[in-house]
């Protein structure tokens, strides 16, 4: 059976991310405020402001903050990435995002879904942190508004090339006629998978299924 990580994986010492938690108060940039261990990416021509937060997180997990991006009536494509270091190349590893809110805000009336915020994670194997290179290996945009939790699309196996890999939280935005567009990205885990599968030659995407997606 694959090792169990904690009730909140962004918190054992089997995960090998940085700051999965999202831990404040983050640090300056560009584009606004990023999670410590996180940098900005932004591949539409206007870009969204990236700010840290301390009221909104995943459930269950103890350390208090999220990656809160968003825009007024506007489209975006952006998001965060990670480097990854310590990685043995042929071995495989699964990372995930855990917590992936969308809501929309028409003029302070509080937070509605629509399917128009799509939610994506990839990952580039050469460890390259331009999210527009080829080598970047996109999974599916997630645009149902209702789930934000353990969401399977938002989840990658693959094994690793070098001692490097990039991991990349993307959002892309449609929703441009109903206010201010808003996603908070919480809980981001990596860990060896244990047992390992049988080997096979090339670079291997595979699926991780997560239960409870709601």
Not at 10 to 25: E, H, I, K, S, V
Not at 65 to 85: K, M, N, P, R, V
Not at 187 to 194: E, Y
Request: charged share 10%.
């Amino acid at each position: 059976m694959p090792r169990a990580l904690a009730a909140s994986c962004a918190q054992d010492p089997g995960n090998l991310t940085t700051n999965g938690a999202m831990a404040g108060p983050g640090h300056p940039t560009p584009y606004g405020v990023v999670a410590d261990g996180w940098n900005p990416f932004v591949v539409s021509t206007d870009p969204p402001i990236f700010a840290w937060v301390n009221n909104e997180n995943a459930p269950g997990d103890p350390i208090m903050g999220s990656q809160y991006i968003w825009a007024d009536l506007d489209a975006f494509d952006a998001g965060i990435y990670q480097t990854i270091t310590g990685l043995t190349p042929g071995i495989y590893y699964r990372f995930w995002l855990g917590y992936a809110l969308a809501a929309y805000d028409r003029d302070g009336q509080g937070n509605k879904r629509n399917n128009l915020i799509g939610r994506q994670v990839g990952i580039d194997l050469t460890g390259g942190t331009n999210p527009s290179l080829p080598s970047v290996g996109w999974g599916n945009v997630y645009w149902d508004g209702i789930a934000a939790l353990n969401i399977p699309d938002l989840s990658m196996t693959f094994a690793a090339q070098s001692s490097t890999a990039t991991i990349f939280l993307r959002v892309v935005n449609n929703n441009v006629n109903n206010g201010r567009s808003k996603v908070w990205f919480d809980v981001v885990c990596m860990q060896a998978l244990d047992p390992q599968p049988p080997s096979n030659p090339g670079t291997v995407f595979l699926p991780l299924v997560l239960s409870g997606a709601r």
